[in-house]
């Protein structure tokens, strides 16, 4: 019996299937072979203490980390991964296979969105929990980057003043 799982992404319902055994190893296989070294890099850019979620990110780091993780692949190989990756997903109710450029047009974030859910509902990694931790991660970096400015701001107007 068939894994079925069902997210409410940009406003549209996607349901993603579970890939049988075999095609789920060849998809986790050729994802680890692309995004294993990239990965590691993008963790290894989370700097200082704690946990890896509540660090200083290092965007050079990271920045290089994705941008190896694109090199990776050729545009036939990315197509093709994708497809793949979404071969037995609906959007409200149809498949997308057959109208994959259509679905997708103009809507590349909510490719990327609905392919992490493919892999969340396959592979059971919570992607969208870690995206979102990363996210508020670097949201309070900026804050205090923010922050640091303004007090530096303060005490030069101080000086002047």
């Given at each position: 019996?068939?894994?079925?799982?069902?997210?409410?992404?940009?406003?549209d319902t996607w349901l993603v299937a579970a890939?049988?055994?075999?095609?789920?190893?060849?998809?986790?296989?050729?994802?680890?072979?692309?995004?294993?070294?990239?990965?590691?890099?993008?963790?290894?850019?989370?700097?200082?203490?704690?946990?890896?979620?509540?660090?200083?990110?290092?965007?050079?780091?990271?920045?290089?980390?994705?941008?190896?993780?694109?090199?990776?692949?050729?545009?036939?190989?990315?197509?093709?991964?994708?497809?793949?990756?979404?071969?037995?997903?609906?959007?409200?109710?149809?498949?997308?296979?057959?109208?994959?450029?259509?679905?997708?047009?103009?809507?590349?974030?909510?490719?990327?969105?609905?392919?992490?859910?493919?892999?969340?509902?396959?592979?059971?990694?919570?992607?969208?929990?870690?995206?979102?931790?990363?996210?508020?991660?670097i949201q309070k970096e900026s804050q205090s980057?923010?922050?640091?400015?303004?007090?530096?701001?303060?005490?030069?107007?101080?000086?002047?003043?």
């Amino acid at each position: 019996m068939k894994k079925y799982e069902e997210r409410i992404i940009d406003g549209d319902t996607w349901l993603v299937a579970a890939f049988s055994a075999t095609e789920g190893i060849k998809i986790g296989k050729k994802l680890l072979s692309i995004a294993g070294v990239p990965l590691g890099k993008a963790i290894g850019g989370l700097v200082g203490s704690g946990s890896s979620l509540d660090k200083r990110i290092d965007f050079g780091a990271v920045g290089e980390a994705i941008g190896g993780l694109f090199e990776r692949l050729g545009d036939d190989e990315l197509d093709e991964l994708l497809k793949r990756l979404l071969k037995c997903t609906q959007i409200n109710g149809k498949d997308v296979a057959p109208q994959f450029d259509v679905v997708f047009q103009r809507r590349y974030a909510t490719l990327i969105k609905v392919a992490l859910f493919a892999i969340e509902v396959n592979f059971d990694i919570p992607l969208g929990s870690w995206l979102t931790l990363a996210s508020e991660a670097i949201q309070k970096e900026s804050q205090s980057m923010q922050e640091q400015s303004s007090d530096q701001s303060e005490v030069s107007s101080r000086k002047n003043g």
